[in-house]
DNA sequence: TCAAAAGTGTTTCCAATACACCCATGA
DNA sequence: TCATGGGTGTATTGGAAACACTTTTGA
């Protein structure tokens, strides 16, 4: 366990120095599969706590910029959907470090390291940034603080550290109100897909059934579907098209908010 | 001028070391007169430009509180609405301030002050805060930086420092996008009003003119207005309704969004 | 009496919804 | 052939939009 904390505590003291002070930004990093919405999360090491991806802002760095880095470290991937939804601020972040078994551990152990101690036990001002990707894509990688980096389905969400857990709610929310200006389809389903995969999708966003024939028309009438050649399905009924998006026009429908009620 | 400056100063250099460093709030206030929507801006000792007003956080106060805190002190109005909407942390927030004529001079000035010219001279992240004001409750107050606080015209915005102007158009942005969630006419009318004040402050909003009957068919189908007795209108037409909030209805009708497209 | 604004009513059109019908496929 | 899901069509409903008509008021 030792060597684990060892490493554990060197990038970061090195890095101290060249980092502003108590800011750091949290990512809901959103994927979708088996017709499940779920969430990248990393397991810390010896407290064993769920947390969020999330890291600190270099002097030299935009915000946005920081948050980039921490989604390229954990996914693997660049070009992924990004955006700012919501700073927390509030004085129970730190005060509740105390309290919590994650934070509490991670603390516990640094008390050696003056600098590092100091640092972590900070209170800090985190902002949230939420992302869209595609799981099929993705490489899973823990950072210097956890043991495994895994996607977890968002109806079994274990309990996180801090406030991890209001984070993570505000981000659905986020989803939800914002549904027609987020690429959705674009960001979470693979290259090709049949308009059941998508309807599932905005279903279980949604939270709800919605009707197989309507979603069909409105979907296409949106002109951002094209219809590829049938899919050999192997189930025992019709094969269904499949489609993939057209870039441009689906881009063009966000800026001005896609006209759809679900 | 020295003595002003004598003022600025103090008051700043006891502070520094209960604040957080790095971070700071800005408000985009907004209010409605004269068929205009305003923003509350002050302008700057010596440099004569022009600034939201804004504030730091300080180390035991929530990011939320200190927002709070900047809108009461310079609009004498504590229960205001507010809300959070946006954080910025550019790199050239900062590295602006070299050449941003209002913020050069404060800088300049300050260089005999090692404490608060570091302090001053420091890369912040700001989160923006959206407020409405109703104008004729407010009392307008300078803070230490600045010599006036006045509402000016959204349509006539001076050049503010720094990116607040990129601030500003973000929170009008916000406005647009969040027209259904916010409390725009309980927050900038006054008690008692016409409907015709209250279509004319959503086509300030939305930038164009509404069709008069079906405005009022609509709003009045969403139950949260009462019509009050007539009013004694002096003019050479048919004296309107006043009508006032049914304020239980508003704050309901906001929960799930009020649905009205306009 | 007249212009201006207020209040109310009417018509048209389209989108949302619910649901019916037939088609294709593999077990 | 039968269950299953896919593709398409239709009737109903309600709201949005455009606009017509009448009423009230002070000049």
Known sequence: MSDNFEKLISPLEKEIDDLLPSISVDCVILGYKNQQLKVLLLQWKHSGKWALPGGFVRRNEN???AAQRVLEQRTGLSKIFLKQFHTFGS???????????GYKALIDFHKQNKKVYEWINNRFIS?????????RKTHPIPDAFSQKCEWKPI?????????H??????ALDYLGVQLNYLPIGLSLLPQKF???DLQKLYEAILGRSLDRSNFQR?????????????LMTGAANKAPYLYSFNRA?????LQEGIGFSY
């Open 91 to 101: 004085l129970e972040r730190s005060t509740i470090k105390q309290i919590d078994a």
């Open 155 to 163: 109806t079994a969400m274990p309990d996180l550290i801090l406030d």
């Open 63 to 65: 915000l946005d910029d």
């Open 218 to 230: 409105k979907m296409l009438k949106l002109g951002m579907l094209v219809r590829k050649e049938k």
């Open 165 to 170: 857990n209001t984070i993570t709610e505000k």
């Open 127 to 135: 902002t949230g940034y939420f992302a869209l990707a595609d799981i």
């Open 194 to 196: 049949t308009m059941q």
């Open 249 to 253: 026009v689906y881009k063009k429908l």
